[in-house]
């Protein structure tokens, strides 16, 4: 739906003389990535009406979301996949993962997320093989993705001045989630390789 949307407006572009020829493939990319996240902010916005965990949907989101600009990770094959997987996963996490997590001691809750912000802070960015990102702009996005995470931490750290710890648990289950699929894009990026050197093996 997406798609089909994204290219019929590309097509209404063309006809009028908005866009020229060369910039129509541009356009039904820059278009179904404009269009999913409205699509995805709406169905976020209806979850969060639905269930009424606000703070606990936006204190996940947030991070994930802005980590994953700059960290990368897996990504799926289509836009539809992917609209169904980031809601899930919201969901998750806002109504289970959370929920699991709260019960628990500041100070254990608080020693765990520093241990997966400093894992973070270490993780190199992976992106999938049709993003072409130079060195220079995974590492200024691994610096910046430095930077982040702790203005993070900061902000956790002011939610328990604050005596709330929705803040401090459910970006926890953002950063955690955001490492997995980092992890699991570096896992597939190296089944890859071994999968082209054994094929360039065989062909010496």
Same mark, same amino acid.
């Given at each position: 739906?997406?798609?089909?949307? *994204?290219?019929?407006?590309?097509?209404?572009?063309?006809?009028?003389?908005?866009?020229?020829?060369?910039?129509?493939?541009?356009?039904?990319?820059?278009?179904?990535?404009?269009?999913?996240?409205?699509?995805?902010?709406?169905?976020?916005?209806?979850?969060?009406?639905?269930?009424?965990?606000?703070?606990? !949907?936006?204190?996940?989101?947030?991070?994930?979301?802005?980590?994953?600009?700059?960290?990368?990770? %897996?990504?799926?094959? !289509?836009?539809?996949?992917?609209?169904?997987?980031?809601?899930?996963?919201?969901?998750? *996490? !806002? *109504?289970?993962?959370?929920?699991?997590?709260?019960?628990?001691?500041?100070?254990?809750?608080?020693?765990?997320?520093?241990? %997966?912000?400093?894992?973070?802070?270490?993780?190199?960015?992976?992106?999938?093989?049709?993003?072409?990102?130079?060195?220079?702009?995974?590492?200024?996005?691994?610096?910046? =993705?430095?930077?982040?995470?702790?203005?993070?931490?900061?902000?956790?750290?002011? !939610?328990?001045?604050?005596?709330?710890?929705?803040?401090?648990?459910? *970006?926890?289950?953002?950063?955690?989630?955001?490492?997995?699929?980092?992890?699991?894009?570096?896992?597939?990026?190296?089944?890859?390789?071994? =999968?082209?050197?054994?094929?360039?093996?065989?062909?010496?």
């Amino acid at each position: 739906m997406i798609r089909k949307s *994204s290219v019929w407006l590309s097509d209404v572009f063309c006809k009028r003389g908005w866009i020229d020829l060369d910039s129509y493939d541009w356009c039904v990319y820059a278009l179904e990535k404009r269009l999913g996240l409205l699509l995805f902010i709406s169905a976020v916005a209806l979850w969060m009406g639905i269930s009424g965990l606000y703070v606990e !949907s936006m204190a996940f989101l947030v991070p994930f979301y802005f980590l994953r600009r700059r960290m990368g990770g %897996c990504h799926a094959k !289509s836009a539809c996949v992917c609209f169904f997987i980031s809601i899930g996963l919201v969901i998750f *996490s !806002s *109504s289970f993962l959370g929920r699991m997590l709260l019960p628990l001691p500041i100070s254990i809750l608080f020693t765990l997320n520093l241990i %997966c912000v400093l894992f973070a802070m270490h993780l190199r960015p992976a992106y999938p093989p049709q993003i072409h990102f130079s060195i220079q702009e995974i590492t200024a996005n691994y610096i910046r =993705k430095n930077y982040l995470l702790l203005l993070i931490l900061l902000i956790q750290c002011l !939610s328990l001045i604050l005596y709330d710890k929705r803040i401090l648990v459910y *970006s926890q289950c953002g950063i955690v989630l955001c490492n997995i699929t980092v992890l699991i894009e570096k896992q597939k990026g190296r089944r890859e390789n071994e =999968k082209t050197r054994k094929t360039g093996r065989k062909s010496s």
